[in-house]
């Protein structure tokens, strides 16, 4: 019977090592290399958006505010009407887009 052996050195695992990086890299950060994915104020989200918690302003109709902690989530399919949720989906969507190249090989290397 015929026996084989695969045999491999530190430049094989070197090798797999940046293949699998690099697949794991597009893999998370997939959705923000494709544009359609964009979610945009007013139109139907293609996708649900969690954002980072915030500290917003809330104003009330007599005139008093109250600052609270809020961690807006933007569903599939909804719109985002609310003006400050907005903004901060503007920004967000402009801090993230594109990818830097120090996100890229940050996530790649890690």
């Keep these: 019977m015929l026996r084989t052996r695969l045999i491999s050195g530190p430049r094989a ?3 797999m090592s940046a293949v699998a990086a690099a697949f794991l890299t597009l893999i998370s950060l997939g959705e923000t290399l494709f544009e359609p994915l964009r979610v945009v104020p007013n139109e139907p989200a293609a996708v649900t958006l969690r954002l980072p918690p915030v500290v917003m302003r809330t104003e009330f109709e007599n005139g008093s505010s109250q600052l609270e902690r809020v961690a807006p989530v933007v569903a ?9 949720i907005a903004d901060y989906v503007v920004l967000y969507e402009e801090a993230r887009r594109p990818v830097h190249l120090g996100t890229l090989v940050g996530t790649g290397f890690i």
């Design 76 to 84: 599939r399919g909804t719109r985002v009407t609310d003006p400050s």
């Design 13 to 15: 695992g070197v090798v």
